[in-house]
């Protein structure tokens, strides 16, 4: 059995369904990653990330190697005893957390210097230490060092910043060959493509990756502040390239209408912190559009946030009572808002997947925009 095999291609467009066997058992796709950055999908206990259906979690390797550090979590068994999650982890090797400290870090060729956001110490990372972090973690699929620029940027920094990816991919695909063999766990490594919003950049990057078979590509450097038309086109162009037989992710993209058109566009794998970070603010994500239930209008309204929702919070709690616990400050009111994004994420993703499937991905698309965008221009 093929660690990656496409199981139905949709007839009309690029969608398509597939299987990831890792060393925690099998990924369906196309699938959504809750992100739990710090061994924790915030205010969610892996129980109740299982009861979403979650398959995979994402988890970064910088923030665990500044905090709790690699030996701390090695002396545990790996991430998944850490965290008590015995499913398949993602882990990212922390590019674009580095790239957003600013002036707090320096690139050079050889790895990056950066001063730690927790306590202001020094650090260094190479593309071969993250494979050593990554290999500590026990993650199963692992993700290289690469070098992710804001927007707008200029071609020649994106130049850089793209060559740069590719140097430290080929430093990092060669350091895991060479240490794969001695690890315990069997662990998959995938390559990031790099461009900014340059075509000529994008397709170059592509051309030097491909040559080194990783086992998987994601495509970087999108939902960095440019706008929706150019990420589409920027993502249709890269996405297309891609070989049929290795599975696709796009990286930090979480809006349901951009998730839609990259599945559309081929894309396996998606994370985003927006189900918890827009939960915690108290905006919910339903079938007819995203919902602020912290505001006067839900004061009254014993409806559960989506009737189409089988979630915990869909199944027990009312409008009224979730605005009543964001004005009261409660904290239950963001673990259950939260709950019910993360639940609504997962399954948005099973259903695609059924569409898919049964021949209705394009009928589904327009369905669902059709009632999701409704509500946004309403309001």
């Not at 709790?68 to 999650?85: C, E, R, V, Y």
């Not at 990057?205 to 920027?234: H, K, N, W």
Request: charged share 20%; net charge neutral; hydrophobic share 40%.
């Amino acid at each position: 059995m093929s660690d990656f095999t496409v199981v139905h291609q949709d007839k009309e467009t690029h969608a398509r369904c597939a299987t990831i066997h890792t060393q925690h058992g099998l990924v369906h796709t196309p699938v959504f990653m809750p992100v739990g950055t710090q061994a924790a999908v915030k205010t969610l206990s892996a129980k109740e990330l299982k009861e979403c259906g979650a398959q995979i979690i994402l988890s970064n390797a910088y923030h665990l190697y500044l905090r709790p550090g690699t030996d701390i979590i090695k002396n545990a068994g790996g991430l998944h005893n850490f965290m008590s999650w015995q499913q398949p982890i993602l882990t990212d090797s922390g590019g674009y957390q580095i790239f957003s400290l600013a002036l707090l870090r320096k690139f050079k060729n050889e790895g990056v210097e950066f001063q730690s956001h927790i306590d202001g110490a020094k650090h260094y990372l190479t593309p071969e230490s993250i494979i050593d972090i990554q290999s500590v973690l026990g993650s199963d699929i692992i993700m290289p060092l690469d070098d992710c620029i804001e927007y707008p940027a200029s071609y020649e920094m994106a130049k850089v910043a793209m060559e740069r990816t590719t140097q430290w991919a080929q430093r990092s695909h060669a350091y895991y060959k060479k240490v794969q063999d001695k690890n315990a766990c069997r662990q998959i490594l995938f390559g990031i493509i790099q461009g900014s919003t340059y075509e000529e950049l994008r397709e170059a990057s592509l051309e030097q990756l491909l040559g080194l078979d990783f086992f998987g590509y994601a495509i970087g450097g999108l939902s960095v502040g440019e706008p929706q038309d150019l990420r589409y086109t920027m993502l249709s162009f890269t996405a297309e390239r891609l070989p049929a037989n290795k599975p696709r992710y796009v990286m930090g993209i979480g809006m349901p209408e951009d998730i839609l058109q990259a599945i559309e566009c081929g894309v396996d794998m998606f994370d985003c912190v927006i189900p918890t970070r827009y939960g915690r603010n108290g905006t919910a994500f339903t079938s007819e559009g995203r919902m602020v239930v912290r505001n006067a209008e839900f004061k009254d309204d014993a409806r559960s946030l989506d009737s189409s929702c089988a979630c915990y919070t869909c199944k027990n709690y009312s409008r009224a009572y979730l605005r009543h616990l964001f004005n009261s400050s409660e904290m239950l009111g963001l673990r259950l808002v939260s709950l019910h994004n993360v639940h609504f994420f997962v399954a948005f993703a099973d259903t695609i997947r059924r569409s898919i499937q049964e021949g209705k991905f394009l009928e589904f698309k327009e369905a669902f925009l059709s009632r999701y965008l409704s509500m946004a221009r309403n309001n």
